[in-house]
């Protein structure tokens, strides 16, 4: 009974241990053991094993409480004291070092005692990257190449994204934020939103902390390898979107973007008049002028009679947006006469023109039509297009694959502007930095994301894990879906 009792202690107390380092007390003093700077086992780390891109939970209980990764074949454990996970595997494999997830202490199991090294240091920096104000403010300055530990050399930021079943329709919006420089010097510096106060039991934050964790790792020059998996933060993403977006099922790459901006909005305490740093990077704003239709089956008199009326009459409002949709003509049924469909082209100016302020188009509800025209009354630093390739009727989905032709730099607006606009803003002239790609069918169909790197002016294809430079003259041949343009300074 008493051997029993004992036992439940030393289970109790195994926690209470986790933190107790083997010390010496000489004179009350308390003396550092001298195994920490003197351990035998740190040639046994083995770096190519390392992974920190997976969710931190011990691989035994599934516990997030005191995890550690062992250094010698990459594995988490929880625990450090008698009968812990990390304890038993020490023990059972001989593998001696270990790295506290949470605390960044490293240490020597069994004996337990921590280990001081700065040999160590690399370790520490790729599971949690830092980033000083003058790294960040000289990174769209250099283009040069890092060699990763693996041997593979790599441009930070321009790094492939691990699709792990059917996410490559996340990772290319990820990578495309990742390249917005005020968006990722934002998320570079934990510091700046690490103050945010939510309110209790509120879940949004964690896709705040996912996406600066990723972020960082995007951006550090001293990967082990190169390439990173969004794993944690597609987890965050799952639980926040209710399941609405998933790891294992193909999604569209404008739905994630407008729910990621809006979520991401919201949970650094942005709201409509509040503003965040992705409504200074990406907000504008336009004017919007309504008109509603009579019914079209009723008989002419009462048309004209219902028009005169005020509830008939052009409405004006104002709204703000994150991005702009742009419709494409509708693609020709008939194949020529070489009995091959032609694949329409249009100019991006032709489909702008939604925007000029004079073209009329028809919006339709359930119950009521519209005829609707807009213009712009404020550009952002940075603009986003999203081409509206697919459309959705009761029976499937279309994809429309009108090429669009586009230049990649010196896209001037200022024509869609109002005229008081116009007078006030300075610079309307915009260059592309980042283009989502959709090739293939509408449901089965694949991602890619070509990219700017403001270092080296050089363009960037990023499909998955795998990145290669493509010429600029290529970029206009795809079916763009997504685009961020940059306003001249």
């Known amino acids: 009974?008493?051997?029993?009792?004992?036992?439940?202690?030393?289970?109790?107390?195994?926690?209470?241990?986790?933190?107790?380092?083997?010390?010496?007390?000489?004179?009350?003093?308390?003396?550092?053991?001298?195994?920490?700077?003197?351990?035998?086992y740190l040639d046994t780390i083995n770096r190519s094993v390392l992974d920190?891109?997976?969710?931190?939970?011990?691989?035994?209980?599934?516990?997030h409480i005191n995890v550690y990764a062992c250094l010698i074949c990459g594995k988490y454990f929880q625990g450090r004291g008698l009968k812990s996970h990390a304890y038993t595997h020490s023990v059972q494999f001989t593998h001696h070092v270990f790295l506290n997830l949470h605390t960044l202490k490293f240490y020597c199991l069994p004996d337990n005692y921590e280990i001081i090294d700065s040999s160590l240091e690399d370790i520490t920096y790729v599971l949690k990257p830092t980033f000083t104000k003058q790294h960040i403010a000289g990174l769209d300055k250099q283009g040069k190449l890092y060699r990763a530990y693996d041997g593979t050399t790599?441009?930070?930021?321009?790094?492939?994204?691990?699709?792990?079943?059917?996410?490559?329709?996340?990772?290319?919006?990820?990578?495309?934020?990742?390249?917005?420089?005020?968006?990722?010097?934002?998320?570079?510096?934990?510091?700046?939103?690490?103050?945010?106060?939510?309110?209790?039991?509120?879940?949004?934050?964690?896709?705040?902390?996912?996406?600066?964790?990723?972020?960082?790792?995007?951006?550090?020059?001293?990967?082990?390898?190169?390439?990173?998996?969004?794993?944690?933060?597609?987890?965050?993403?799952?639980?926040?979107?209710?399941?609405?977006?998933?790891?294992?099922?193909?999604?569209?790459?404008?739905?994630?973007?407008?729910?990621?901006?809006?979520?991401?909005?919201?949970?650094?305490?942005?709201?409509?008049?509040?503003?965040?740093?992705?409504?200074?990077?990406?907000?504008?704003?336009?004017?919007?002028?309504?008109?509603?239709?009579?019914?079209?089956?009723?008989?002419?008199?009462?048309?004209?009679?219902?028009?005169?009326?005020?509830?008939?009459?052009?409405?004006?409002?104002?709204?703000?947006?994150?991005?702009?949709?742009?419709?494409?003509?509708?693609?020709?049924?008939?194949?020529?006469?070489?009995?091959?469909?032609?694949?329409?082209?249009?100019?991006?100016?032709?489909?702008?023109?939604?925007?000029?302020?004079?073209?009329?188009?028809?919006?339709?509800?359930?119950?009521?039509?519209?005829?609707?025209?807009?213009?712009?009354?404020?550009?952002?630093?940075?603009?986003?297009?999203?081409?509206?390739?697919?459309?959705k009727n009761n029976f499937f989905v279309e994809k429309n694959p009108t090429i669009v032709n586009f230049p990649i730099t010196n896209v001037d607006l200022r024509e869609y502007l109002t005229e008081e606009a116009q007078a006030t803003e300075k610079c309307t002239t915009y260059d592309l930095v980042a283009n989502v790609v959709h090739d293939g069918k509408p449901t089965e169909g694949a991602y890619r994301i070509h990219v700017l790197h403001h270092g080296t002016g050089k363009w960037y294809e990023m499909q998955d894990l795998q990145v290669t430079d493509i010429l600029p003259q290529m970029i206009t041949l795809s079916e763009a879906y997504i685009q961020i343009w940059k306003r001249q300074e």
């Open 1 to 40: 009974m008493v051997s029993l009792k004992r036992e439940r202690e030393a289970e109790v107390d195994d926690d209470d241990n986790e933190d107790r380092v083997p010390i010496k007390i000489g004179r009350g003093r308390v003396v550092e053991d001298r195994r920490s700077r003197h351990c035998p």
């Open 52 to 63: 920190f891109d997976f969710e931190k939970l011990c691989s035994i209980s599934l516990s």
């Open 154 to 391: 790599y441009l930070p930021g321009i790094v492939g994204l691990n699709n792990i079943k059917a996410n490559d329709y996340a990772n290319v919006v990820l990578q495309a934020f990742s390249n917005v420089p005020p968006l990722r010097n934002y998320f570079l510096e934990e510091e700046n939103y690490r103050g945010i106060r939510r309110p209790p039991g509120d879940i949004m934050f964690l896709l705040v902390q996912r996406f600066g964790e990723l972020m960082r790792k995007l951006w550090n020059p001293r990967n082990f390898k190169a390439h990173v998996s969004p794993h944690e933060m597609l987890q965050a993403v799952v639980l926040c979107s209710k399941k609405n977006f998933q790891i294992t099922k193909q999604g569209d790459a404008v739905d994630f973007m407008t729910w990621f901006l809006n979520a991401l909005h919201g949970a650094l305490g942005g709201t409509k008049k509040k503003p965040s740093i992705l409504t200074k990077a990406f907000q504008g704003s336009m004017r919007i002028f309504s008109k509603k239709l009579p019914h079209p089956d009723l008989p002419p008199e009462e048309k004209e009679a219902l028009l005169v009326t005020e509830e008939y009459q052009e409405q004006m409002s104002e709204s703000t947006f994150l991005f702009l949709t742009l419709d494409l003509p509708t693609a020709p049924l008939y194949k020529d006469e070489k009995e091959q469909l032609i694949i329409p082209q249009v100019p991006l100016f032709n489909i702008l023109g939604k925007f000029n302020g004079n073209t009329e188009k028809e919006y339709k509800t359930y119950k009521e039509n519209f005829l609707k025209r807009f213009q712009l009354t404020k550009l952002p630093p940075y603009l986003i297009f999203c081409i509206k390739r697919f459309t």
